[in-house]
């Protein structure tokens, strides 16, 4: 059956560091990939998106990077400030079929 | 302000009742979901609609209806039917399902959380 992992249920590191996320699948073949930033209480909001056919994605301070020989992308802030904190989801997409992971709560320590 | 409003934000339900959680959107967006969000799983779906007066079941959707009688407006009625209701909700919308929301992504409402008392 369709797998989605994200690394850990929680990542605490310190202001100023590199905060990288982990988001893996098994039995899944996605076209694009999402991640999204879900605050407590409030819905996920969209953040930016990766292809089947491209390596690396960057926003700002964000990367993201997607290995499908690997069945993994990870998700990078660089610089991270205490307003990073957050939970934070990947999502797969097939097609009209889209699969969210359970998220990493991240937080940054000042 | 174009965005997804979800209300309430709480609510609570007495066993064997029904409930319904509200969603409009102004965006325009022809595709609407519904998911549900528990502690440490991912969302799963409960109900989409890709146009007025059409919807699909999703991967969990014994015991939830809905109706899509406008654009705008996408309704979930939580019956007495399913067992475990107490979770988050939350509901999307987004521009055709294909060869648009892959590149666009979801916009989602702030949630109800629904608790059975």
């Known amino acids: 059956s369709q797998k989605i992992e994200q690394n850990s249920e929680a990542l605490n590191i310190q202001e100023g560091k590199t905060a990288t996320l982990t988001c893996n699948y098994t039995?899944?073949?996605?076209?694009?990939l999402q991640w999204y930033r879900q605050d407590p209480g409030r819905g996920p909001v969209f953040l930016l998106l990766i292809r089947e056919n491209e390596k690396e994605k960057r926003k700002e301070r964000l990367k993201v990077t997607f290995d499908t020989t690997l069945k993994q992308s990870l998700f990078h802030i660089t610089a991270s400030q205490p307003a990073d904190s957050a939970t934070y989801l990947c999502?797969?997409?097939?097609?009209?079929?889209?699969?969210f992971g359970a998220g990493t709560r991240l937080t940054v320590k000042p | 302000d174009g965005g997804i409003t979800q209300s309430p934000k709480y609510l609570f339900r007495k066993e064997g009742q029904n409930v319904t959680l509200s969603c409009e959107q102004n965006?325009?967006?022809?595709?609407m979901y519904w998911y549900r969000q528990d502690p440490g799983q991912g969302l799963r779906l409960i109900y989409y609609s890709q146009i007025v007066n059409d919807f699909q079941k999703g991967d969990i959707a014994e015991g939830y209806s809905v109706s899509r009688e406008k654009k705008e407006s996408f309704p979930l009625t939580v019956t007495s039917a399913q067992k475990n209701p107490t979770a988050f909700y939350l509901c999307a919308s987004s521009v055709a399902i294909t060869g648009g929301a892959e590149t666009s992504g979801y916009t989602f409402g702030s949630g109800t959380r629904l608790t059975v008392v």
């Open positions: 039995n899944y073949s996605p076209a694009y």
């Open positions: 965006l325009n967006h022809d595709a």
């Open positions: 999502a797969l997409i097939n097609n009209n079929d889209m699969r």
